[in-house]
């Protein structure tokens, strides 16, 4: 025995059985016109209910792996998803890169399974690891991956938070990510990873270390040159810095002395401001002196872009 089947329409009206009709069954059969009505009506407002509430009414528990997150739900989530439908969910295991979702596998019984797709975040880039380590929800939209549909990440706490990196001179209350203050904070690209300039000179003898530096800014801004000692063995002649292009120096207290700031007594830190302009490579030169017997030189430095109208 066949089941009447469903559409996902609200009939404008229920058909009246007029006593001239006959008592006809099948597909097309007048006796099973109302009920394929009251059918598709109940699937119209299921589907709305689902739209509106998803399944968050239940948090099922994830299974798959932590990178390819499955959760079965009751009543059986079915395919076409309807656009903005939530799925919540508890993970076994944090995401340690992109991520799929599956609300059905197809492992229970009477179920069909939907294929996985891709996992975003509020800023609609893939997950890159650590969004996910407990309770989740997600919500289906039909515009990512390409258009070929996906879920957005619109709970999980515990989790990394992702977002849209503001402008970069944006001053206003819009959440400041991690690549917005990386940008901000722009390091000198001529600057070691560790961010100091560390130079040996041999026992008895006095010498220099230069380091060159340079910085292409994507803006019009101004560059705060930050210097300190880094060793109380540290005693130096003089720091220096030229620019031979590309910036102008605002001010300058880089130690204009020995002894009058970079001592191995007050650690003196010191600080150069460069204005720069948008596209303009900047190129310097940044010299320690050292002409005391002292066997080392050791100086900090780093660079902060600040970029502005």
Same mark, same amino acid.
């Given at each position: 025995?066949?089941?009447?089947?469903?559409?996902?329409?609200?009939?404008?009206?229920?058909?009246?059985?007029?006593?001239?009709?006959?008592?006809?069954?099948?597909?097309?059969?007048?006796?099973?016109?109302?009920?394929? !009505?009251? #059918?598709?009506? %109940?699937?119209?407002?299921?589907?709305?209910?689902? @739209? +509106? =509430?998803?399944?968050? $009414? /239940?948090?099922?528990?994830?299974?798959?792996?932590?990178?390819?997150?499955?959760?079965?739900?009751?009543?059986?989530?079915?395919?076409?998803?309807?656009?903005?439908?939530?799925?919540?969910?508890?993970?076994?295991?944090?995401?340690?890169?992109?991520?799929?979702?599956?609300?059905?596998?197809?492992?229970?019984?009477?179920?069909?399974?939907?294929?996985?797709?891709?996992?975003?975040?509020?800023?609609?880039?893939?997950?890159?690891?650590?969004?996910?380590?407990?309770?989740?929800?997600?919500?289906?939209?039909?515009?990512?991956?390409?258009?070929?549909?996906?879920?957005?990440?619109?709970?999980?706490?515990?989790?990394?938070?992702?977002?849209?990196?503001?402008?970069?001179?944006?001053? !206003?209350? #819009?959440?400041? %990510?991690?690549?917005?203050?990386?940008?901000?904070? @722009? +390091? =000198?690209?001529?600057? $070691? /990873?560790?961010?100091?300039?560390?130079?040996?000179?041999?026992?008895?003898?006095?010498?220099?270390?230069?380091?060159?530096?340079?910085?292409?800014?994507?803006?019009?801004?101004?560059?705060?040159?930050?210097?300190?000692?880094?060793?109380?063995?540290?005693?130096?002649?003089?720091?220096?810095?030229?620019?031979?292009?590309?910036?102008?120096?605002?001010?300058?207290?880089?130690?204009?002395?020995?002894?009058?700031?970079?001592?191995?007594?007050?650690?003196?830190?010191?600080?150069?401001?460069?204005?720069?302009?948008?596209?303009?490579?900047?190129?310097?030169?940044?010299?320690?002196?050292?002409?005391?017997?002292?066997?080392?030189?050791?100086?900090?430095?780093?660079?902060?872009?600040?970029?502005?109208?």
């Amino acid at each position: 025995m066949a089941n009447l089947s469903e559409s996902d329409s609200f009939d404008a009206g229920i058909y009246q059985l007029e006593t001239t009709d006959a008592a006809l069954g099948g597909v097309n059969g007048v006796m099973n016109t109302q009920g394929k !009505s009251f #059918a598709n009506r %109940t699937r119209w407002l299921y589907n709305r209910v689902i @739209a +509106l =509430l998803g399944f968050t $009414s /239940q948090y099922a528990t994830a299974a798959g792996k932590a990178n390819a997150i499955i959760a079965n739900y009751t009543p059986a989530a079915t395919a076409p998803i309807n656009d903005g439908a939530c799925f919540a969910f508890r993970a076994t295991a944090a995401n340690t890169g992109p991520a799929t979702f599956t609300p059905c596998d197809g492992s229970v019984a009477g179920t069909t399974a939907i294929p996985p797709l891709p996992i975003f975040g509020a800023d609609m880039n893939a997950l890159a690891g650590g969004e996910i380590t407990g309770q989740a929800r997600l919500r289906y939209s039909t515009k990512v991956n390409g258009g070929n549909g996906g879920y957005v990440l619109v709970e999980n706490p515990g989790g990394i938070q992702r977002s849209i990196t503001p402008p970069a001179p944006d001053d !206003s209350s #819009a959440v400041a %990510t991690t690549n917005w203050v990386r940008f901000i904070a @722009a +390091l =000198l690209s001529d600057f $070691s /990873q560790s961010g100091q300039l560390v130079g040996y000179m041999v026992p008895g003898a006095s010498g220099s270390r230069s380091l060159n530096i340079s910085f292409t800014p994507p803006q019009n801004g101004t560059i705060m040159l930050n210097c300190q000692a880094v060793s109380s063995t540290t005693v130096l002649n003089s720091l220096s810095l030229g620019i031979t292009s590309g910036g102008t120096i605002m001010g300058n207290n880089l130690g204009p002395g020995a002894g009058s700031f970079w001592t191995s007594s007050n650690m003196g830190v010191g600080t150069a401001i460069i204005s720069v302009t948008a596209g303009v490579q900047l190129k310097g030169t940044l010299t320690a002196n050292n002409g005391t017997t002292n066997s080392d030189v050791g100086v900090g430095f780093w660079g902060l872009f600040i970029p502005h109208d």
